[in-house]
Nanobody, 117 residues
Framework: QVQLVESGGGLVQAGGSLRLSCAASGNTFSFDLMAWYRQAPGNQRDMVATITRGGSTRYADSVKSRFAISRDNAKNTVYLQMSSLKPEDTAVYYC???????????WGQGTQVTVSS
């Protein structure tokens, strides 16, 4: 059974940085796409950043130039380096992975990021 486990969330002051990690286990296949989403209270879950197996990235406009997504295919891990954090970045951040081979979409349990002003 595929599991995604996020870590690295926490409380940080505005302007600070955090690095989120998401480690996958239980898969015998590689993920074509890995991504980070976030959901603030009362809001829908929105895409933050995505990265393909080949390293192509895409970002939400609200985080461009502040966040950087990367992945280590050998370790089955995806990262999100967040800098210049703002209070509006406060949300639960979820890891997502997709595989065309398994035809599956997988989610982590989420990690809370809180940015104080």
């Amino acid at each position: 059974q595929v599991q995604l486990v996020e870590s690295g969330g926490g409380l940080v002051q505005a302007g600070g940085s955090l690095r989120l990690s998401c480690a996958a286990s239980g898969n015998t296949f590689s993920f074509d796409l890995m991504a980070w989403y976030r959901q603030a209270p009362g809001n829908q879950r929105d895409m933050v950043a995505t990265i393909t197996r080949g390293g192509s990235t895409r970002y939400a406009d609200s985080v461009k130039s502040r966040f950087a997504i990367s992945r280590d295919n050998a370790k089955n891990t995806v990262y999100l380096q967040m800098s210049s954090l703002k209070p509006e970045d406060t949300a639960v951040y979820y890891c997502n992975a997709e595989s065309t081979w398994s035809r599956g979409t997988y989610w982590g349990q989420g990690t809370q990021v809180t940015v104080s002003s």
